[in-house]
């Protein structure tokens, strides 16, 4: 498990905390592209799952832009 270290975030203003590794997708279900991730908190103490590499700037982007499973999470 990553240590609990902040990292910038594309539009998210404030730092992010590393806290987790997962997997993308539901419990239970299948649901999901199934890559890894990273779970951070926002600056307003919610989660967040984040690709597991930064860009070259070292700014880490929200899964939600890159999966290719993301409209299933949509309510």
């Given at each position: 498990m990553?240590?609990?270290?902040?990292?910038?975030?594309?539009?998210i203003?404030?730092?992010?905390?590393?806290?987790?590794?997962?997997?993308?997708?539901?419990?239970g279900?299948?649901?999901?592209?199934?890559?890894?991730?990273?779970?951070?908190?926002?600056?307003?103490?919610?989660?967040?799952?984040?690709?597991?590499?930064?860009?070259?700037?070292?700014?880490y982007?929200?899964?939600?832009?890159?999966?290719?499973?993301?409209?299933?999470?949509?309510?």
């Amino acid at each position: 498990m990553p240590t609990r270290r902040p990292v910038t975030v594309h539009r998210i203003s404030g730092p992010v905390i590393i806290e987790a590794e997962g997997v993308c997708g539901r419990a239970g279900s299948w649901r999901g592209c199934r890559q890894r991730i990273l779970w951070g908190r926002t600056p307003a103490g919610k989660p967040i799952p984040l690709d597991p590499a930064p860009d070259p700037d070292g700014i880490y982007t929200a899964h939600f832009a890159t999966c290719p499973d993301a409209a299933a999470f949509r309510r």
